[in-house]
């Protein structure tokens, strides 16, 4: 098993490559440490150049193992993906795997391919493999997606379906540096233009430390507690669909990737309220009278959140009330 000083010191590794190329967001890559130890897939959304893609290649890099990046585009096909058999003359055929082959996935504007494009990732991110003319693939692991989208659509977009949206684990938002961290970029533009990123850790490595965030524990009291909120989200008055199990299983995942990241090895009430918007802001689906309300799905979970009584844990364990 990883020791406790190698498994922290592989994750500030990987931290301080990133921020040789990204300054500030600390939550963002801090969420994608959970997703790559709670075996997610996560979705990166955000405005044009608030360094949405280069925060996943360097991530990507840092921590090794095969990378590939897709571009999006409208005219790409399912075989693009995935990859696809080459029949040659003599009859014999050979298979030319696409990039989803690779333990770290990029796509760029995700919601520029087709859907039909879109739904080759579906059996990849939720089964890790492939099926391409009726035969299966395994995908390598440590396996992660790893995919970029604006928010607000445009010309030669297409909108993630609800299944499509369910499969990414998290979904974080890029926002613009504040005043001092764009002052931090311009002074070291010419550096992170041209970053010396190495690899920090292996695949195996990742596989382990993703086998020890299973080990984490998680009293009754808190998965109740992610039962709790669940369940009010799909009964509140404004939702129109609610968060479905996998939504909960991503909380329960990912609250011991995030207790393990700090170091602990028992969660928190705390690991769920800062997972709450990332895991259940995209799933959400509020009525019209709602939204004609400038409701959103964020004010919803906050709410509902506020409502739900926190079970108190002490050490791992329930602490009794006093009587």
Same mark, same amino acid.
């Given at each position: 098993?990883?020791?406790?000083?190698?498994?922290?010191?592989?994750?500030?590794?990987?931290?301080?490559?990133?921020?040789?190329? #990204?300054?500030?967001?600390?939550?963002?890559?801090?969420?994608?440490?959970?997703?790559?130890? %709670?075996?997610?897939?996560?979705?990166?959304?955000?405005?044009?150049?608030?360094?949405?893609?280069?925060?996943?290649?360097?991530?990507?890099?840092?921590?090794?193992?095969?990378?590939?990046?897709?571009?999006?585009?409208?005219?790409?096909?399912?075989?693009?993906?995935?990859?696809?058999?080459? =029949?040659? /003359?003599?009859?014999?055929?050979?298979?030319?795997?696409?990039? #989803?082959?690779?333990?770290?996935?990029?796509?760029?504007?995700?919601?520029?391919?087709?859907?039909?494009?879109? %739904?080759?990732?579906?059996?990849?991110?939720?089964?890790?493999?492939?099926?391409?003319?009726?035969?299966?693939?395994?995908?390598?692991?440590?396996?992660?997606?790893?995919?970029?989208?604006?928010? =607000?659509?445009?010309?030669?977009?297409? /909108?993630?379906?609800?299944?499509?949206?369910?499969?990414?684990?998290?979904?974080?938002?890029?926002?613009?540096?504040?005043?001092?961290?764009?002052?931090? #970029?311009?002074?070291?533009?010419?550096?992170?233009?041209?970053?010396?990123?190495?690899?920090?850790?292996?695949?195996?490595?990742?596989?382990?430390?993703?086998?020890?965030?299973?080990?984490?524990?998680?009293?009754?009291?808190?998965?109740?507690? #992610?039962?709790?909120?669940?369940?009010?989200?799909?009964?509140?008055?404004?939702?129109?669909?609610?968060?479905?199990?996998?939504?909960?299983?991503?909380?329960?995942?990912?609250?011991?990737?995030?207790?393990?990241?700090?170091?602990?090895?028992?969660?928190? /009430?705390?690991?769920?309220?800062?997972?709450?918007?990332?895991?259940?802001?995209?799933?959400?689906?509020?009525?019209?009278?709602?939204?004609?309300?400038?409701?959103?799905?964020?004010?919803?979970?906050?709410?509902?959140?506020?409502?739900?009584?926190?079970?108190?844990?002490?050490?791992?364990?329930?602490?009794?009330? /006093?009587?």
């Amino acid at each position: 098993m990883t020791t406790g000083l190698k498994k922290h010191q592989i994750l500030d590794n990987i931290v301080s490559e990133v921020n040789k190329v #990204i300054v500030g967001k600390e939550d963002m890559k801090q969420f994608l440490l959970v997703a790559l130890l %709670a075996q997610g897939h996560l979705l990166i959304e955000g405005l044009p150049g608030t360094a949405k893609t280069t925060l996943a290649r360097t991530f990507a890099k840092a921590i090794g193992g095969e990378f590939k990046r897709v571009q999006g585009t409208p005219d790409m096909l399912p075989a693009d993906i995935s990859g696809f058999y080459h =029949y040659h /003359p003599d009859g014999s055929t050979a298979f030319v795997p696409g990039p #989803i082959f690779a333990n770290v996935v990029l796509i760029d504007e995700l919601n520029r391919l087709s859907p039909r494009t879109q %739904a080759a990732f579906l059996e990849a991110m939720q089964e890790g493999q492939v099926t391409i003319e009726r035969k299966s693939h395994p995908l390598g692991q440590p396996f992660m997606v790893m995919a970029s989208q604006l928010p =607000y659509g445009g010309v030669g977009t297409s /909108p993630l379906s609800d299944v499509q949206a369910d499969r990414f684990m998290l979904r974080v938002w890029s926002g613009f540096p504040s005043s001092q961290e764009e002052d931090q #970029i311009l002074k070291d533009i010419d550096q992170i233009s041209e970053p010396d990123i190495s690899p920090v850790t292996t695949a195996g490595e990742i596989v382990r430390l993703q086998r020890e965030v299973t080990t984490v524990h998680v009293d009754d009291g808190i998965r109740q507690y #992610i039962i709790d909120i669940t369940g009010r989200l799909r009964q509140h008055q404004d939702m129109l669909v609610g968060p479905s199990p996998r939504g909960s299983i991503a909380l329960f995942r990912g609250g011991r990737a995030l207790a393990f990241i700090q170091g602990r090895d028992f969660v928190i /009430p705390d690991d769920v309220k800062k997972l709450l918007i990332p895991v259940f802001g995209h799933r959400l689906h509020i009525s019209t009278e709602a939204e004609m309300d400038n409701v959103t799905a964020e004010a919803i979970v906050n709410e509902v959140a506020n409502a739900t009584p926190v079970p108190k844990v002490f050490k791992g364990q329930l602490q009794p009330s /006093p009587e």
